[in-house]
């Protein structure tokens, strides 16, 4: 850490429009490793010191995660990274009894995973001494060094999910280094790019007209949304956690190997038409929309609506239906789209949020349909187009 805080340099970074689309929440993620090694290496699996001095090394590539954040009078936001009064990120270490084993027999159910692993919730809250932390980690040892679970979480304010995975990809390029005793690895500092102003710069002049349901989401004012815009942030966090769990969400992990994904697409490639190439995010959309769907307007579901908050939820289903024609009778999912390649900045290790929500339209009935590859395919083919209609002129109505 000594090398960071010696190193780091004081900077101002103005935040964008596209960092407030989902500003108010983390992007949190665990990672599990299993200790592979032979009986006389076990011990050296994943050293506690190693990881945390190549975290700190990965940081001064990202000195974003160590700034406060500041928001001014008008709902502007900014990150100020000053040397001398840094917000480290939260790095704990922790041991726990669980072995891997057992979290790999159980595929990985959350009810085996350390009770205090995840250390945030999903909205980006101010910690106890009240200031917002842009970064949270938790390094926990499972059971005679059998593995280790890794719980990282980034503000949605400072990264995307790009700029999360290119953080932990040097990281791990640190440590694979600082564990490496042999190979002579070399790492080459990168420099990463934080800037909004080169987004601005690659936006369309012109203008194409979104979708009138995401026109409405996204760009009618509200009292309610403009009111949490003028507030500071730790606050506004407080708000929307307390909004969030009044509603009791249960939380669900899935785990799907790279394999079985393989497996899926292997089966689907009779069913998909002409040259057409689905990516891995439009089979699980798809997935997770077609078992939202089956599971909302099944039996148990509807017999189970009841409450305040059910009631509700059909008063605004009632409106929507009356201000979008068909939107009863179909199913939208909200694809998050990486914008970089088609704006031409792609190359330019940008790390900020440059994502938008693309607009997914499926008739109800077509996702009620019995489970098949046909039907399937029908769905995540509908992702694909959604997502390669985004173009310049389309991104710039953001």
Not at 34 to 63: C, G, H, I
Not at 95 to 115: I, M, Q, R, S
Not at 258 to 272: G, Q, W
């Amino acid at each position: 850490m000594e090398h960071f805080t010696a190193n780091v340099k004081s900077q101002t970074i103005e935040l964008a429009v596209l960092d407030t689309l989902s500003s108010f929440s983390n992007i949190p993620f665990i990672y599990h490793f299993e200790n592979t090694a032979v009986a006389d290496k076990r011990d050296l699996f994943m050293p506690a010191d190693a990881l945390r001095a190549s975290f700190y090394k990965a940081l001064l590539e990202f000195p974003v995660l160590a700034g406060h954040l500041h928001m001014d009078s008008v709902g502007r936001g900014s990150i100020v990274v000053d040397r001398n009064n840094l917000n480290l990120p939260e790095y704990r270490e922790t041991t726990c009894d669980v072995h891997f084993n057992e979290l790999k027999a159980a595929d990985y159910n959350w009810g085996l995973f350390p009770k205090d692993l995840v250390s945030v919730c999903v909205v980006t809250t101010a910690g106890a001494d009240g200031v917002i932390k842009l970064a949270n980690v938790h390094c926990a040892r499972l059971r005679d060094n059998s593995g280790m679970l890794i719980f990282v979480n980034m503000s949605h304010y400072v990264v995307d999910g790009i700029g999360f995975c290119a953080f932990m990809d040097r990281w791990a390029k640190y440590c694979a280094q600082a564990c490496d005793e042999h190979a002579g690895t070399v790492v080459e500092r990168r420099d990463f790019l934080f800037n909004r102003n080169i987004v601005n710069k690659a936006l369309s002049p012109s203008r194409r007209p979104t979708h009138a349901v995401t026109a409405h989401l996204f760009f009618v004012p509200r009292l309610a949304a403009s009111a949490l815009a003028w507030i500071s942030p730790a606050l506004r966090g407080r708000i929307m956690s307390i909004i969030a769990s009044m509603g009791k969400p249960e939380a669900h992990m899935f785990h799907i190997s790279k394999e079985r994904l393989e497996a899926l697409r292997h089966s689907l490639r009779d069913y998909i038409p002409g040259d057409l190439r689905l990516s891995d995010n439009d089979l699980i959309a798809s997935l997770a929309s077609m078992t939202i769907v089956n599971g909302i307007r099944g039996p148990e579901s509807r017999q189970r609506s009841s409450g305040i908050l059910s009631r509700l939820k059909s008063i605004c289903s009632n409106v929507l239906g009356r201000l979008f024609v068909k939107t009863k009778d179909e199913h939208i999912t909200f694809v998050i789209a990486d914008i970089r390649h088609r704006l031409g900045i792609s190359d330019c290790d940008y790390t900020g949020n440059c994502v938008i929500p693309q607009l997914v339209v499926n008739p109800l009935r077509r996702m009620e349909t019995p489970a098949s590859l046909e039907s399937y395919v029908l769905v995540a083919s509908r992702m694909r187009a959604a997502v390669q209609d985004l173009d310049a002129p389309y991104i710039s109505q953001f």
